[in-house]
């Protein structure tokens, strides 16, 4: 594999000399200027939600079959949205937020996030998943405001029965 990254090197470097490529520079992947801490929300949202579920259904007996199959779903799709809160604040820190905005609270606050993420993928705790969502919901409020933009705390129509952040239009 490194002979053929070394070799890929050769033949591009030749190329930019016949060639001259020009140098683009962008502050992410794609520089859509779209970015929404929504998704990150609602995943936390998602993984309180399966939290519930998981205590609801430890109530069953564990050899009924459907419960297992139950039990194994909701755990896997609580890891995939705890990771998918940790992704989309990552997306959010690493494209969007520009050293000026980056005070040491929003540091530690993406940090907390990042933990409590974690700790929501190792836990089937629904207090463990409320506190996630509280440090998202903080992170969204903190978001909109460098955009210059209020945000308003709406009752989310999800069974969680929790508040998510809107920008107020």
Not at 53 to 67: H, R, Y
Not at 110 to 118: E, F, G, L, P, T
């Amino acid at each position: 594999m490194d002979a053929l990254n070394a070799a890929a090197k050769l033949v591009l470097s030749a190329a930019d000399k016949v060639i001259g490529f020009e140098t683009v520079e962008a502050h992410c992947d794609i520089p859509c200027g779209i970015y929404d801490p929504h998704q990150a929300q609602v995943a936390a949202h998602t993984v309180l939600r399966m939290d519930m579920l998981i205590a609801e259904t430890a109530q069953v007996p564990p050899t009924d079959t459907s419960t297992r199959n139950k039990m194994i779903r909701y755990v896997t799709v609580k890891e995939q949205h705890a990771e998918l809160v940790k992704h989309e604040i990552r997306i959010i820190w690493g494209d969007y937020i520009k050293p000026e905005m980056a005070t040491p609270e929003v540091h530690k606050l993406v940090w907390d996030i990042m933990k409590a993420a974690s700790k929501a993928k190792q836990d089937a705790d629904v207090n463990t998943a409320k506190d996630l969502l509280s440090k998202v919901q903080q992170f969204a409020e903190w978001f909109w405001k460098t955009k210059d933009v209020k945000t308003k705390r709406v009752k989310s129509a999800y069974p969680t029965n929790e508040e998510i952040i809107m920008p107020q239009m």
